[in-house]
T-cell receptor, first 113, second 118 residues
């Protein structure tokens, strides 16, 4: 158990809908990263927050947004969902903003039908 | 161009043999980090080992070691005495841009599916 908690574990929704994925980082970790893993794109970095502020952006679509709250949990919002958004979404956390390893949650499996 | 290349989509290895998983990377940064993660069929991503670009010695963590050849831009993972539980997807990843401070997201390779046979 990495200590990173993601909810829900599975989510099935229809095209055009909006969903929110939640991540609770390890106790004391200030950095949260979101990744998407799909069959065609592989593992892609989406966005990073550090202590409540957006720190880095990767291949995140404009339909997607995220935030990190004062208690350091983070949410990834996906809107106007398309079939191609079906993927495993990971949250990862790390203690600082240095070059150390990040610990991944179990992921949320999103299926868009 | 691919930033991380893993040329072995799949590998079959006999139990107790050593395994080398290949990884080459492409960066113009001087300061970067290289990581290996394991993803079992259950789906979670498990951190295995890390090598910094300025580290002179190869990283080791238990049965895992990283064969870092900076001039060749390769960071191969070596698993000694493989076990059935090592069967999983293995991903090589890189973090760049460290000279400017901070730690952005990882760039992952496409992975190698390792199957250990009894």
């Amino acid at each position: 158990d990495s200590g990173v908690t993601q909810t829900p574990k599975h989510l099935i929704t229809a095209t055009g809908q909006r969903v929110t994925l939640r991540c609770s980082p390890r106790s004391g970790d200030l950095s949260v990263y979101w990744y998407q893993q799909s069959l065609d794109q592989g593992l892609q970095f989406l966005i990073q927050y550090y202590n409540g502020e957006e720190r880095a952006k990767g291949n995140i679509l404009e339909r997607f947004s995220a935030q990190q709250f004062p208690d350091l949990h983070s949410e990834l919002n996906l809107s106007s969902l398309e079939l191609g958004d079906s993927a495993l979404y990971f949250c990862a956390s790390k203690r600082d903003n240095l070059n150390t390893e990040a610990f991944f949650g179990q992921g949320t499996r999103l299926t868009v039908v | 161009a691919q930033k991380i290349t893993q040329t072995q989509p799949g590998m079959f290895v006999q139990e107790k043999e050593a395994v080398t998983l290949d990884c080459t990377y492409d960066t113009s940064d001087q300061s970067y980090g290289l990581f290996w993660y394991k993803q079992p069929s259950s789906g979670e991503m498990i951190f295995l080992i890390y090598q910094g670009s300025y580290d002179e010695q190869n990283a080791t963590e238990g049965r895992y070691s990283l064969n870092f050849q900076k001039a060749r831009k390769s960071a191969n993972l070596v698993i000694s005495a493989s076990q059935l539980g090592d069967s999983a997807m293995y991903f090589c990843a890189m973090r760049e841009g460290l000279s400017g401070g901070g730690a952005d997201g990882l760039t992952f390779g496409k992975g190698t599916h390792l199957i250990i046979q009894p």
